[in-house]
C-alpha cells in the first residue's frame, strides 16, 4: 500500500477514532447484561464452537427459541473479547471504536476501487465516520455485530469493485454470519453481478480516477459460483442451528397484530423514516413504541407511500444508471442495507431503531458526496461537506453520551419516551437492585420508592394507542410487585404476584415473589406467637416454591426459598439436603454457605459448619464479604475451644 493511500484510509480513520473515543469507558448497559455480562455461556472459549450449532439468543437462554437470530462470528467476537479483556467493558468499547474507525476507512477504500479521487473518497469516509446516526452502534457494546457485519459488507462490495471474486463470497459469507443485515447486500452484489453490462462507462469526471470500461465483478460466472456458495453454506449452517428446512427465516419475534396491508404499510413507513433521519440524524432515543389506533395508521399510511415512491424511484435510477459505478454501488448499498425492515415479524419491539442504519448511511455517505462533487468548484463541494458534517458530527457525540450508564440510559429514555415501556422497566430494575445492595434502610427505602414509581409509570402505558408485548407488561407487573416486596408490603406485593401468575400461567418468577410474600408474612406470625398460623401460612409458601421449580428447575432463588422455609418449619433433614445440593452446585455463593452453615449449626454439626465456610473462604477468595465469613470462622472456633470438654460416653 502507498503512503498516499494509506494516508487516505487514515484520515477517516483518526476522525471517527475522535469523535467516540469517549465512550471507551462506559458500562455494561441493557442487553450487554444478558448477553455477555450475566451470561456464564459467553464468558468461556467454547462459545465459538457452540455458537456456529446455536441460534443467537438461545446462548443466552434456551427459552429463547422464537428469535430467528443467527450470528455466530458475532458471538465469537463477544466471547474472545471477554476472554481477551478479563471481562471489562473497556475491551469491547475499545474494538467498538476501532471497528468503527475501520469501516470509515472502507467506505473510502470502497470510493477509491469504484474510481473515485482520493479528495472524493477521503470526504464521503469522513462523512460517514461522523454521521449522526452512529451514536448507538458505536456506544452501545451489543451493536457489536452489526459493525462487524457492516465492515465485512463494505470489503465485499470493494472486492465485488476490483473483479475479486472469490474474496467478495468470503467476505459476504462472514457479513451474514455476523448479522442478517447482510443478506441484502447479498441480493445487491448478486444483482450487480447479473445485471451489470459487459462495460461500464467512466464515472464522473469530478470522481474518476481509473479507466472506464473497468468491469466491476471479473469473471461474471466466477462471481456468481463464490456468492451462491457463500449463501448456500449460510442455509446449511442455519439449518444445523435451527435443525429445521426454514433455517430460523420463519421464526417470528414481533407480534405486533397487524394486518397484510398494515404490515405492509409499517414495512415501506420504516423506510421513509429511516431516509428521513439519514438526512437529519435527531432526536436521538433509544426506543421508539408503535403507534396504533386510526390515526396512527393514517400517518403511517402517508409515509408509507412516500417510502415507498422513494424506492421505487431509487430502484428506476439504479437500474437506468447502472453503467455508473457510484449509482451502482452507492445507491444500491443505501437501499440494501434496509431491506431487513421489510420482515415486520423479525423488528423486536420496537420496528425503528438508530443501529438499523448503520450499513445503509455508508451508502448514504457515498451518494451525498457524489452530489457534491458536481458542485462547479471543489472548494465549495468542500464546504458542503463541512456543513453536513458538523451538525452530524454534533448528533453523533451528543447521542453516544447517554449510553455511558444504565441510570443515564434509562432515565434519559423516560424523558424522551416515556410512553416506552422499556425505559421505565428498566430503570426500575436498576433501583431495585441498588436497594438491595444498600445498608442503609432510610436510602433502601427512596430507592425502592424510585423503583416502585417507575413500574407503575411502565404500566401506566395504554396498550391501546402503543404497541407493547406480553413479556414488557409481565416484568412490568413483576418490577412492581418486587418494589412493594421491598419497601416492606407484603400483602400488596403478594397481590401483584397473584394477579400476575393468574394471568400469565407460565411465570415462574411470579411465583417465586408470591411465596416470598408468604414467608415473610408466615414470619410475621411467628414473631407475634401465632405459631400454628405460622406454620400454616409457610406450608403455602412452600407450596408455591414447588410451583416456580416446576415450571423453571434452575430457578435457584426459589431453591434457596424453599430450603429455608423447610427450616422454618423444623424440617431441618429435608432442608439440609436440599442446602447441600445447592452449596455442591455453587460453593463460591454465600447465600448458599450461609444457609448450608446455619443448618448444620441447628443440627449440632459444628465441626462440619465451620469447614463449610472454610471451604467458601477458600474457593472465593475475592468476595466482597469474605472479611465477615472470616471473622464468623474464627468466632465459632474461639467458641469450641471454650467449650467444656463433653463428659465420656
Same mark, same amino acid.
Request: net charge negative.
Given at each position: ?6 494516508? $487516505?484510509? %487514515? ?6 477514532? @475522535? ?108 462523512? @460517514? ?7 448507538? $452502534? ?9 459493525? %462487524?457485519?457492516?465492515? !465485512? ?17 468470503? @467476505? ?7 448479522? #442478517?443485515?447482510?443478506?441484502g447486500v447479498w441480493l445487491l452484489a448478486m ?25 466491476? /465483478? ?25 435443525? $429445521? ?9 414481533? !407480534? ?31 426506543? +421508539? ?65 438508530e443501529r438499523f442504519l448503520y450499513l445503509p ?9 457524489? %452530489? ?64 438491595? =445492595?444498600?445498608?442503609?434502610? %432510610?436510602?433502601?427505602? +427512596? ?5 416502585? #414509581? ?69 414470619? /410475621? ?28 428447575? =434452575? ?16 424440617? !431441618?433433614? #429435608? ?5 447441600? /445440593? ?19 449449626? #441447628? ?12 471451604y467458601f473462604l477458600e474457593v472465593a477468595p ?28
Amino acid at each position: 500500500m502507498s503512503r498516499s493511500r494509506f494516508l $487516505s484510509l %487514515l484520515v477517516p480513520a483518526v476522525i471517527g477514532l @475522535f469523535l467516540f473515543a469517549a465512550v471507551r469507558g462506559g458500562d455494561f448497559v441493557y442487553d450487554d447484561r444478558s448477553l455477555i455480562s450475566l451470561n456464564p455461556t459467553m464468558q468461556e472459549w467454547s462459545v465459538i464452537g457452540q455458537s456456529m450449532v446455536t441460534p443467537y439468543w438461545e446462548l443466552v437462554d434456551e427459552s429463547r427459541f422464537g428469535s430467528g437470530f443467527y450470528r455466530p462470528f458475532g458471538a465469537a467476537a463477544l466471547g474472545t473479547l471477554w476472554q481477551l479483556g478479563d471481562g471489562s467493558p473497556a475491551a469491547f468499547h475499545w474494538f467498538s471504536i476501532l471497528l468503527h474507525c475501520a469501516c470509515a476507512a472502507a467506505v473510502t477504500s470502497l470510493a477509491m476501487a469504484l474510481g473515485w479521487r482520493r479528495g472524493g473518497a477521503i470526504a464521503a469516509g469522513v462523512l @460517514f465516520a461522523v454521521h449522526g446516526s452512529h451514536s448507538e $452502534s458505536v456506544a452501545w457494546i451489543s451493536a457489536i455485530p452489526e459493525l %462487524l457485519a457492516t465492515l !465485512f459488507c463494505l470489503l465485499a462490495l470493494r472486492s465485488l469493485a476490483l473483479r475479486q471474486s472469490l474474496r467478495c463470497g468470503l @467476505f459476504l459469507l462472514a457479513a451474514m454470519l455476523s448479522k #442478517e443485515v447482510a443478506l441484502g447486500v447479498w441480493l445487491l452484489a448478486m444483482a450487480i453481478t447479473l445485471l451489470r453490462p459487459k462495460a461500464e462507462s467512466s464515472p464522473t469526471p469530478a470522481l474518476a480516477d481509473a479507466p472506464s470500461g473497468t468491469s466491476v /465483478g471479473g469473471s461474471r460466472w466466477l462471481t456468481f459460483a463464490s456468492l451462491s456458495v457463500a449463501a448456500l453454506t449460510v442455509y446449511f449452517l442455519r439449518f444445523n442451528a435451527f435443525d $429445521s428446512a426454514a433455517a430460523g427465516f420463519d421464526r417470528i419475534n414481533t !407480534f405486533h397484530a397487524l394486518d397484510q396491508s398494515q404490515q405492509v404499510s409499517l414495512s415501506f413507513s420504516l423506510i421513509g423514516r429511516y431516509l428521513a433521519y439519514l438526512v437529519w440524524p435527531w432526536p436521538h432515543m433509544p426506543f +421508539r413504541p408503535l403507534t396504533l389506533g386510526d390515526a396512527a395508521d393514517s400517518t403511517r399510511l402517508w409515509v408509507a407511500i412516500g417510502g415507498a415512491v422513494l424506492s421505487l424511484t431509487a430502484f428506476g435510477l439504479w437500474l437506468r444508471h447502472r453503467r455508473n459505478r457510484t449509482v451502482l454501488f452507492g445507491l444500491g448499498l443505501l437501499f440494501a442495507g434496509l431491506i431487513p425492515v421489510l420482515n415486520t415479524q423479525a423488528l423486536g419491539q420496537y420496528p425503528f431503531e438508530e443501529r438499523f442504519l448503520y450499513l445503509p448511511s455508508a451508502g448514504f455517505a457515498l451518494v451525498v458526496v457524489a %452530489l457534491l462533487n458536481r458542485l462547479p468548484k471543489q472548494s465549495w463541494m468542500w464546504a458542503g461537506l463541512l456543513m453536513i458534517a458538523i451538525p452530524n458530527a454534533y448528533s453523533a457525540h451528543s447521542g453516544a453520551q447517554h449510553w455511558q450508564s444504565e441510570e443515564e440510559l434509562f432515565s434519559w429514555a423516560r424523558e424522551m419516551e416515556p410512553n416506552a415501556m422499556t425505559g421505565h422497566i428498566e430503570y426500575g430494575r436498576l433501583m431495585l437492585e441498588r436497594a438491595q =445492595n444498600e445498608t442503609d434502610p %432510610l436510602t433502601r427505602s +427512596r430507592l425502592a420508592d424510585y423503583a416502585l #414509581e417507575a413500574y407503575q409509570e411502565s404500566l401506566a402505558v395504554d396498550p391501546n394507542l402503543y404497541f407493547v408485548t406480553a413479556v414488557e407488561r409481565e416484568k412490568g407487573n413483576l418490577g412492581l410487585g418486587d418494589a412493594l416486596y421491598l419497601d416492606g408490603d407484603f400483602a400488596g406485593a403478594g397481590t401483584v404476584y397473584r394477579r400476575v401468575v393468574d394471568h400469565y400461567k407460565f411465570s415462574p418468577i411470579g411465583y417465586l415473589g408470591l411465596a416470598n410474600c408468604r414467608a415473610q408474612i408466615a414470619m /410475621g406470625h411467628g414473631e407475634t406467637g401465632h405459631f400454628e398460623l405460622a406454620d400454616a401460612v409457610m406450608a403455602e409458601a412452600l407450596e408455591f416454591f414447588d410451583a416456580a421449580l416446576e415450571q423453571d428447575p =434452575n430457578l435457584d432463588a426459589a431453591m434457596i426459598g424453599k430450603t429455608t422455609a423447610l427450616f422454618q418449619m423444623g424440617r !431441618f433433614d #429435608e432442608a439440609l439436603q436440599l442446602a447441600t /445440593g445447592l452449596f455442591s452446585l455453587d460453593p463460591t455463593r454465600l447465600e448458599a454457605a450461609q444457609l448450608l452453615f446455619s443448618l448444620q449449626v #441447628e443440627t449440632g454439626r459444628i465441626d462440619l459448619a465451620i469447614r463449610t465456610l472454610d471451604y467458601f473462604l477458600e474457593v472465593a477468595p475475592d468476595h466482597p464479604q469474605r472479611d465477615m465469613v472470616q471473622q464468623t470462622v474464627d468466632e465459632m472456633r474461639r467458641m469450641q475451644e471454650s467449650a467444656p470438654p463433653s463428659p465420656p460416653r
